[in-house]
């Protein structure tokens, strides 16, 4: 059972470029989260999803886009990296109304 | 606004020793809180949960406990191992009638087990 995976691990981009990164659950659950975690702050909500298709803005969206095409998938994309998204993402997943997250393994970006 | 404040911010014990961490919140109206532990390079897993009528929780050598009251919770690790060397963060569930975004994050207590 591989719960939450994400892809990729590392990922160093440029100011400007843009990007994509992948969250996977096999547990079936209907919420999916992202979220960054920076040093010395507590993760922050970035964009949410409650089910299939459907998205909404979480603490601090801003420069940032998700799609939930697929209930097992949940995609976040920067358009135009800027050097304060510098930092770790995390997705989650949980059942309807359960509050367990199940994080996956996180993303360090590094945007220079 | 909804805060959830976590102390010490990091913490160096020698192994074996036992040691306390503290969560501090003022969501509002309360669900449940739950603690996670983030091993270096992973995702929080969770510890344990403590919902409203629960003063204490043990799991293994974890003990959490609650007082809703004065709004304060705490992670007791005895006997502690290299192991146990994480970060430990605190979440607090506002009632928010099943709403994905109600969940609260403490920056979390680095603790550090020196052999």
């Known amino acids: 059972n591989a719960g939450v995976t994400q892809t990729p691990k590392f990922r160093v981009l440029k100011t400007g470029q843009s990007m994509t990164l992948l969250c996977a659950q096999d547990?079936?659950?209907?919420?999916m989260y992202w979220y960054r975690q920076d040093p010395g702050m507590g993760l922050r909500l970035i964009h949410y999803s409650v089910g299939e298709g459907t998205t909404a803005k979480g603490e601090v969206p801003d420069g940032y886009n998700v799609s939930r095409l697929k209930k097992q998938n949940f995609l976040l994309g920067l358009e135009s990296a800027a050097p304060s998204q510098t930092s770790v993402y995390f997705c989650?997943?949980?059942?309807?109304?359960?509050?367990?997250?199940?994080f996956g393994q996180g993303t360090r970006l590094t945007v220079v | 606004k909804n805060q959830v404040e976590q102390s010490p911010q990091s913490l160096i014990i020698l192994e074996g020793k036992n040691c306390t961490l503290q969560c501090n919140y003022t969501v509002s109206p309360f669900s449940n809180l739950r603690w996670y532990k983030q091993d270096t390079g992973r995702g929080p897993v969770s510890l344990t949960i403590m919902t409203f009528s629960e003063n204490t929780k043990s799991n293994g050598r974890y003990t959490a406990t609650l007082d809703a009251d004065t709004k304060q919770s705490s992670l007791h690790i005895t006997a502690s191992q290299l192991s146990d060397s994480a970060s430990y963060i605190c979440v607090v569930r506002v009632y928010s009638g099943g709403g994905a975004d109600g969940l609260t994050f403490g920056k979390g207590t680095h603790l550090i087990i020196q052999p």
């Open positions: 547990m079936n659950h209907e919420y």
């Open positions: 989650a997943s949980s059942r309807q109304g359960e509050t367990e997250a199940f």
